[in-house]
């Protein structure tokens, strides 16, 4: 049998050609060139990755024996492919195709499946970490929502609510998952602004954005359980997927409550006066010019007054500003009886008040004048401050709409030219305009522009009265007094432009060269040999609030070389009142330079004598009030005199104009006198002519009726 089989195959060899030979052995090294390039090609992009290059060989052997069945089926391809051409060629082609080609395949399957393994467990971790990537950006998306200070709900395309935070959901929304938007509705009614009944379903932010709208900042109202309500500003829209398609709706909702409450209490005081709750100029200004616009319409009258309270400032300065803040306080209720619901009173800033008048078409004539009389009786009336029974009254100017302007601005212009006008008359009245008052502003106006002017055209002067001692009659000082020489108007006393010049702020320079000229006159009178000790100086109280004002009078010692203690400053009761730690740190200040302190007018005004061991005051001057009832009434001068002494404090008498009121003056220890008695106040060259060398006063006979004018003036 063996012998059968090599006599066959050699049989088979013999017949073969040797160029088909040769043919097929170039053929079988090309393809084992071809496989090794492709394992390594495999190795080098699939490194890592186990058997896929034997998978590639085995794979391209498969293939090579399928094109070898295809030539066995159609022997007209196998002129066009060299294989396949003798019976041992394509049976060691096949062979090398198939049997080779199955091997690497198995071999390369087998060999891949841990790459397999591989792949499949880094595909399910890199699911897992898609997972949880998912799950934890889906936590903070909800711990977002959930810390927002928001109100956030959502609901699916179906009207179920799908999302709510869950911070808010208890006390205002109620807005669990799985509500349909009906059932929130009955849950969480909203209302309109200010409104109380509730939207239905259809208005409601939600079920608007659901079906398609975009709703921007939108006010709601819900209430709390307990019905507190809550101002929410709204804003909502549909909600689409990656497709466009809509999957449901969200709105985000902001509480405005506290917002809300603050812009209405800014408004309102931004419109009132914090200290009365009135509306204030600006609120008052824009009811006039409403009323002026329904009256232009109705063709009725407006009426305007301007109200100033009298003596105000009195109060103000000698109890302290706190009691006048009570006073006004007071006053504020007592004008709100004498006005209708629907008049306007306003406080336009300090005592100043201002009140609309306005028809209406159900009640009669209004007069302004029994309004006005109204508000004189209320305001007379004693008021209680600290304990403290304070009396005070008002000027009333009043202006009329159409016949005394048409505007808002001329009607308060010529109210507050009327009530200057009723100060003017006596205070504690009322005015009404007149054309001819205008004349009168005009020329206040001017007289402020003139004294605006007077310190750069030196205008002002010093006049000078003397201070002498009680027991002697020898001078030892002198008052210093302001005068103004206006170009068309004449000498004027201090009582008639300080007033203005205090409102307007000119007081700080005219006062500041008042106190330097005082220094050198006294300081040239020194050099001449009059014995004059000291000058006193007026002090304004808007000079008392400079907080520079100890280094300022420090310079002017220094200017003009005249020793600290040759000044003295004259304050008012009313300045030191109030006991301020501010105005004690300044006086002490001033008081350390070595200028002495006095208290001009004392015991006029309401006051509390406290002060008198809190500041540093070495001189009060009895005022000419408690003077002039001497012989007749000498308690009170008594009970000063003796109380400045038990405080070591000297007292001067002003307004001395008898040889009685000198004589129990210096009986009862008084130290110095001014008045008429031995002198009016002069200027600097005629009180070196009235003094002699040792100070006395030369001839008080020549001080007689013809001499006098008013001891001080400012």
Request: proline share 5%; net charge negative.
């Amino acid at each position: 049998m063996q012998i059968a089989i090599f006599d066959a195959a050699s049989e088979i060899l013999m017949n073969v050609d040797t160029f088909d030979v040769t043919i097929e052995l170039v053929k079988a090294l090309m393809l084992l060139c071809i496989i090794r390039f492709l394992l390594r090609t495999g190795n080098k992009r699939h490194e890592g990755q186990k058997g896929w290059n034997l998978i590639l060989a085995g794979f391209f052997l498969l293939l090579f024996s399928t094109l070898i069945d295809i030539t066995d089926e159609f022997p007209e391809l196998a002129q066009f492919v060299v294989i396949g051409n003798t019976g041992i060629q394509s049976f060691l082609e096949k062979l090398v195709g198939e049997g080779v080609g199955i091997l690497l395949l198995l071999w390369g399957l087998l060999s891949w499946i841990p790459t397999l393994n591989q792949m499949t467990e880094r595909l399910h971790q890199q699911v897992q970490e898609r997972t949880s990537e998912q799950l934890k950006a889906k936590v903070f998306t909800e711990a977002v929502v959930e810390q927002s200070h928001d109100l956030v709900v959502a609901c699916n395309i179906d009207g179920q609510i799908t999302l709510s935070n869950n911070r808010h959901k208890k006390d205002l929304l109620w807005a669990t998952p799985g509500l349909s938007l009906e059932e929130w509705s009955h849950r969480a009614p909203c209302y309109p602004p200010n409104g109380v009944i509730p939207l239905p379903l259809q208005q409601l932010p939600l079920y608007r954005a659901l079906h398609g709208e975009v709703i921007k900042a939108e006010e709601i109202m819900i209430r709390e359980p307990d019905q507190t309500p809550h101002l929410l500003l709204v804003s909502g829209c549909p909600i689409y997927n990656q497709l466009g398609e809509q999957v449901g709706a969200m709105i985000s909702a902001h509480d405005i409550t506290i917002q809300k409450q603050l812009e209405t209490q800014l408004r309102h005081q931004a419109q009132h006066d914090s200290l009365t709750c009135l509306p204030n100029r600006l609120l008052y200004k824009d009811r006039l010019e409403q009323a002026i616009r329904r009256a232009q319409r109705r063709k009725e009258p407006v009426t305007v007054m301007m109200l100033d309270l009298d003596r105000f400032k009195e109060v103000n300065d000698s109890l302290g500003h706190a009691a006048g803040d009570q006073l006004l306080q007071q006053v504020a209720p007592r004008l709100l009886q004498c006005i209708r619901d629907h008049d306007t009173l306003a406080r336009l800033g300090g005592d100043e008040f201002a009140i609309v008048l306005t028809p209406t078409r159900q009640d009669v004539p209004y007069a302004p004048e029994s309004v006005a009389k109204r508000i004189l009786d209320l305001l007379t009336q004693p008021f209680w401050l600290h304990e403290q029974q304070v009396r005070i009254g008002a000027s009333i100017g009043i202006a009329q709409f159409p016949e005394d302007g048409q505007s808002s601005d001329t009607l308060l212009l010529h109210a507050d030219i009327a009530m200057y006008q009723a100060k003017a008359d006596g205070r504690n009245g009322f005015y009404f305009y007149q054309p001819k008052l205008n004349q009168k502003a005009l020329a206040r106006l001017n007289l402020e522009n003139d004294l605006a002017q007077a310190l750069e055209k030196n205008q002002f002067s010093l006049y000078y009265q003397p201070l002498v001692q009680a027991a002697n009659s020898r001078c030892v000082a002198v008052e210093t007094l302001l005068r103004w020489h206006h170009p068309t108007r004449g000498l004027l006393l201090a009582d008639e432009f300080i007033p203005l010049a205090e409102r307007s702020g000119l007081i700080i320079p005219i006062g500041e060269w008042v106190i330097r000229s005082a220094c050198a006159q006294l300081q040239r009178w020194q050099q001449q040999g009059l014995p004059l000790l000291r000058v006193a100086v007026n002090l304004s109280e808007r000079q008392l609030h400079q907080p520079d004002l100890s280094e300022r009078i420090a310079r002017i010692l220094q200017d003009t070389r005249l020793p600290s203690g040759s000044l003295e400053l004259e304050l008012t009761e009313s300045m030191l009142i109030q006991e301020s730690e501010s105005m004690l740190h300044l006086l002490d200040r001033i008081r350390q330079l070595g200028v002495q302190l006095s208290i001009d007018d004392f015991g006029t005004g309401y006051s509390s004598l406290s002060y008198l061991r809190q500041f540093p005051v070495s001189r009060l001057k009895l005022d000419r009030s408690f003077v002039q009832d001497i012989p007749r009434d000498t308690v009170l001068s008594q009970a000063i005199i003796e109380l400045a002494h038990r405080l070591h404090m000297k007292v001067v008498a002003e307004g001395v104009e008898t040889d009685a009121q000198r004589s129990f003056l210096a009986a009862h220890g008084c130290d110095e006198l001014q008045g008429f008695l031995f002198s009016r106040a002069v200027p600097p060259e005629e009180l070196a002519q009235l003094l002699a060398p040792t100070g006395d006063i030369k001839s008080t006979a020549q001080v007689g009726n013809s001499l006098r004018s008013p001891a001080r003036s400012g």
